[in-house]
């Protein structure tokens, strides 16, 4: 897995709670409570009746305060449903910020390095790219499509039940190539300007270290990305039979590809340490979770909390 959900299942979770929680809450409101109320009102009346009664002859009744802790007791809520009507506003309130705005995950891996880290904690806007139902993630309504530069989140096309981040190269239209570890893009070179070699962190192992600046709609968007000297600029024996597989040309050091209408063509920045487009294909338009744009924590380094780009 490629990118941790915080809490895993979460969203059916919250899902789950916020439906019986409302279903309690929808009852309570509607017929529980009513049923308390008339509840109340005959031992209201009752009591009234019994005490005018007595008044009638000419027992005296003290019944200061106690018509109201009578009325109180028929109309209290049990504690289940108290419970349950408090948590349900909050819960619903979480499940739609959560589905349709933003949503957490925690990078579990290296493949995105140096942008993010293992153990960073993104956000990821859940409505840059439309609105989305929940659970099914369906989209109901457009707002704007990937772009190339993007960090996006996405469902693993193999395996939907996975959350993937890699960085948008290539869109619908789109004809990538990749030799001696260097884009093209629609047929004009990606430029690259050389960095300080990156050590990374949890192996002392030393990277070649680039800038890489992509075009988009007339403007450029700079990002880090990694080589690895040694590693071949991919394996091809790992090249599995994805869908529109008849829209990449592979030989031993070079591919190409069209992006397919609909689908995106997606590469960690640690090129030589991910799995992405190159081996498992394109991803839909379909399996888009969000945007990722921000690293809200990473309690091995706080300064690492900021945009992403």
């Known amino acids: 897995m490629d990118l ?63 018509r109201a802790e009578i009325e109180a007791s028929h109309l209290r809520q049990p504690t289940w449903i108290e419970y349950s009507g408090s948590f349900f506003p909050i819960i619903a309130m979480v499940f739609v910020l959560r589905s349709f705005l933003w949503e957490p995950f925690k990078i579990p891996s290296s493949s995105m390095v140096p942008t993010l880290l293992v153990g960073d904690f993104i956000l990821v806007n859940k409505y840059a790219y439309g609105i989305r139902l929940p ?41 990538i190539s990749y030799e001696n570890k260097r884009l093209s893009v629609n047929g004009k070179p990606v430029a690259y300007t050389p960095m300080d070699d990156y050590l990374d962190d949890q192996h002392p192992v030393y990277h070649k270290q680039f800038t890489e600046t992509l075009a988009v709609d007339g403007a450029t968007r700079a990002h880090q990305i990694l080589n ?26 070079k591919f190409t ?18 799995a992405d487009s ?11 979770v969000g945007k990722a744009i921000v690293v809200w924590m990473n309690f091995g380094n706080p300064k690492r909390i900021g945009g992403i780009q």
């Not at 941790?4 to 809450?25: C, D, E, H, S, Y």
């Not at 009346?45 to 007595?54: C, G, I, S, V």
């Not at 772009?147 to 190269?169: A, E, H, N, T, W």
């Not at 069209?258 to 991910?274: A, Q, W």
């Open 278 to 288: 190159r081996y498992w294909g394109f991803v839909p338009d379909k399996n888009i």
């Open 135 to 175: 659970i099914i993630n369906k989209k109901v309504f457009d707002i704007g499509d990937p772009q190339r530069g993007d960090v996006m989140v996405f469902k693993y096309p193999k395996d939907m039940s996975q959350d993937y981040i890699k960085r948008v190269i290539g869109v619908p239209g789109d004809t």
């Open 4 to 66: 941790q959900p915080i809490l895993g299942k979460f969203a059916l979770i919250l899902f789950v709670l916020m439906i019986i929680t409302g279903i309690i809450w929808c009852l309570d409101v509607f017929v529980f409570a009513k049923q308390r109320r008339r509840a109340a009102d005959a031992a209201l009346a009752e009591f009234d009746a019994r005490t005018n009664k007595l008044t009638a002859e000419g027992i005296k009744v003290d019944s200061t305060g106690k």
């Open 228 to 253: 690895t000297d040694g590693k071949r600029v991919f394996d091809l024996g790992t090249v599995e039979n994805f869908p529109h597989r008849e829209a990449c040309d592979y030989s031993y050091d």
């Open 257 to 274: 590809c069209i992006v397919p209408e609909g689908n995106y063509f997606m590469m960690g920045d640690n090129r030589d340490n991910s």
